[in-house]
């Protein structure tokens, strides 16, 4: 499946690219802060995609790599300067701190995500009714729900978008039986989470109570995965006092995808989430709506 361009995907094409070249050519990140008269950690933030590279240093930096074809250092200057344009995020920077803001830029850009979640409706999955019910738990500040809403609509253009990521979801029974405000609201959600599961990217898996303990109950988590290298990872850990974003550590990434994988093992599988949704809609004051009808 296709990726979205970003500037996020511009990014780590160009450091994975630049990584590539700096291997080819035998060279040390050492031996080229030298020969620029860098500090090498200059060197490693460019790599590890911490800083954005200018221009100018990228001119610099490529003879060292042997690069010296017209056509491969015009295109790398060119996602180089496509990696530094403003994305719909940047509008919101006085508002959330980076992490947050790289966090919307790597959802934005993964070709493919793995969301485990115990406790709430995964953001990208919540109706607005559930996001607001959601949002009003924590504040009472209605500029700042309305924001919050806000982007959440926003991040879910890539559910909309032709060439969009493929998306897998486990979800803790916990998280369909919990009513999130309140019946009306809560029905909405579970029939949308019944459509979603219909897109062709999309996969929504439910862990019921019956599976007893599982390695989920350690907390929520995503991964996120990109083409430019193997195991081109970043990970979001959910935690009480804060979330934690690892950005340049695939083997802890990778932990975290195998544990992704023993949930679904364990979880309903794929396409079988009605089963699970249906009693829980009986259970609701009104009932369950009939199903929809099948078409084709």
């Known amino acids: 499946m296709a990726q979205l361009e ?12 630049l ?23 200059k ?17 610099a930096l490529l003879p060292h790599y042997g690069i010296t074809d017209r056509k ?11 990696s530094r344009k403003q994305a719909w995020w940047d509008d919101y ?11 919307l830029g790597y959802e934005a850009s993964t070709i493919r995500m793995r969301t485990f979640q115990a406790l709430l409706v995964p953001g990208l999955l ?8 959601i949002l009003r738990a924590y504040t009472d500040d209605e500029d700042e729900i309305a924001r919050d809403v806000q982007v959440r609509s926003k991040r879910k253009q890539i559910l909309e978008a ?7 979801y486990v979800l803790d029974e916990a998280v369909l039986q919990r009513w999130v405000g309140g019946p009306e609201v809560m029905r909405e959600q579970l029939l949308y989470l019944e459509e979603l599961d219909k897109l062709p990217n999309m996969s929504i898996q439910v862990v019921p109570f019956t599976a007893g303990a599982h390695p989920g109950m350690r907390g929520a988590f995503t991964v996120f995965e990109f083409p430019f290298e193997s195991q081109d990872f970043a990970l979001l850990l959910e935690h009480p006092d804060g979330d934690v974003l690892i950005q340049n550590n695939p083997e802890v990434a990778s ?5 992704f994988f023993e949930l679904e093992a364990i979880a309903a599988p794929k396409g079988e989430i009605s089963t699970i949704i249906r009693p829980i809609l009986e259970k609701l004051p009104g009932g369950a709506p009939a199903p929809a009808a099948k078409t084709g």
Do not use: H, N
Not at 73 to 80: C, F, M, N
Not at 93 to 103: A, K, N, S, V
Not at 162 to 168: D, F, H, I, V
Not at 255 to 259: H, I, K, P, Q
């Open 72 to 82: 491969r250092i015009d295109a790398l200057v060119d996602v180089a300067r496509a």
């Open 93 to 103: 920077r006085q508002y959330y701190d980076q992490q947050f803001l790289t966090f």
């Open 126 to 133: 919540q109706t607005k009714a559930y996001a607001d019910a």
């Open 19 to 41: 990584k590539r070249a700096r291997e080819q050519s035998g060279m040390t990140q050492k031996e080229v802060a030298e020969a620029l008269d860098w500090s090498p950690s």
């Open 6 to 17: 970003t500037p996020v995907t511009q990014q780590r094409r160009l450091r994975a690219e």
């Open 255 to 259: 932990t975290y995808v195998e544990t």
């Open 43 to 59: 060197v490693i933030r460019i790599e590890t995609g911490a800083v954005i590279i200018s221009t100018s240093d990228l001119m």
């Open 162 to 168: 032709k060439s969009g990521p493929e998306l897998y």
